[in-house]
């Protein structure tokens, strides 16, 4: 099992351009997207891995809309 996640996480790549189609978007944010509000505004948020930005600016290009925020989680390690 660690050798094909390992093969998998080598083998990763995001393809340069995808052609985003109503459906495909649909697909996505039903499958990797979520929605909130925060003081009445609408957000659609994707949490996805940095890799794949490319692909988030492609679908803020398509829908002409938005900005893009970057979070990153802060990883706690103990020493026992």
């Given at each position: 099992?660690?050798?094909?996640?390992?093969?998998?996480n080598q083998d990763y790549?995001?393809?340069d351009f995808i052609n985003i189609t109503e459906?495909?978007?649909?697909g996505f944010i039903e499958g990797d997207g979520c929605f909130s509000t925060s003081s009445l505004i609408l957000r659609l948020?994707?949490?996805?891995?940095?890799?794949?930005?490319?692909l988030i600016q492609q679908i803020?290009?398509?829908?002409?809309?938005?900005s893009i925020i970057i979070k990153t989680k802060k990883i706690l390690r103990f020493k026992w």
């Open positions: 099992m660690k050798d094909c996640k390992k093969r998998l790549k995001l393809l459906a495909w978007l649909k948020k994707f949490k996805n891995h940095i890799k794949e930005l490319k803020k290009n398509y829908l002409d809309y938005g």
